[in-house]
Every structure is written in C-alpha cells, then in structure tokens.
C-alpha cells in the first residue's frame, strides 16, 4: 500500500518558531509574494469561474517574473491543481496562519 503524503500546508497551523521559518524559507515565494498570488486569484475568480486550470496564478506569475516551475509545484503538491483549487485547499489555510484577509 503506498503511503499517502500528508500535504506541507496542512502542517502550517501547527508550526511555530523554528519549523514556520523552516517552512517559510523553502516556499518557491516569500511570504507576501504568496499572499499576493492568493489575493489576486480571489479577486479574479469573483467575477469568472474558474476553468480548471492555473490561469490566473500563471499570469500573476508571469506579471512579477516569478519562478514560474517551481510555484506551480508547490500549488499542485498543496492541493491547489487550479486556481478554485488553490483558494479551498491553500488559501483558507495561509490565510489563517498569517492572518490575511
């Protein structure tokens, strides 16, 4: 039987002191960088749906240059396989760890 992976964001809550600055030093993105990214796809997605893909976190991507590969991964590792994808299965957990609202 493989052994299911329990996704990096799904420890964030619990992560403090020296494992958050772990964690948030292995990001592909500084923190606010990420933060931005989420607000920009809520934002995009209240006026369209979501048509399954990255479409609005590859453009914030390519808009402020950012590592584009390595991003993308970690949004898929996390659950975020699209960007409504990102906002149910991401976003509701940064944001309460790091307060953005």
């Known amino acids: 039987m493989p052994v299911v992976r329990k996704r990096e964001i799904e420890n964030l809550e619990q992560m403090s002191g020296e494992e ?7 990001l ?4 606010a960088t990420i933060s931005r990214l989420l ?3 809520e934002d995009e997605l209240y006026d ?3 048509n399954h893909s990255l479409k609005y976190a590859m453009r914030f991507m390519m808009e402020n240059r950012l590592d584009f590969p390595k991003i ?4 898929n590792e996390n659950g ?3 960007d409504c994808k990102v906002m149910e299965q991401i976003a509701p ?3 309460g760890k790091f307060g953005d609202d």
């Open 28 to 31: 592909p993105a500084g923190q």
């Open 20 to 26: 958050l600055q772990s964690f948030l030093d292995s």
């Open 93 to 95: 957990i940064w944001r």
């Open 48 to 50: 369209a749906e979501c």
């Open 39 to 41: 607000d920009f796809i």
């Open 72 to 75: 993308t991964s970690w949004l």
């Open 80 to 82: 975020g396989y699209c």
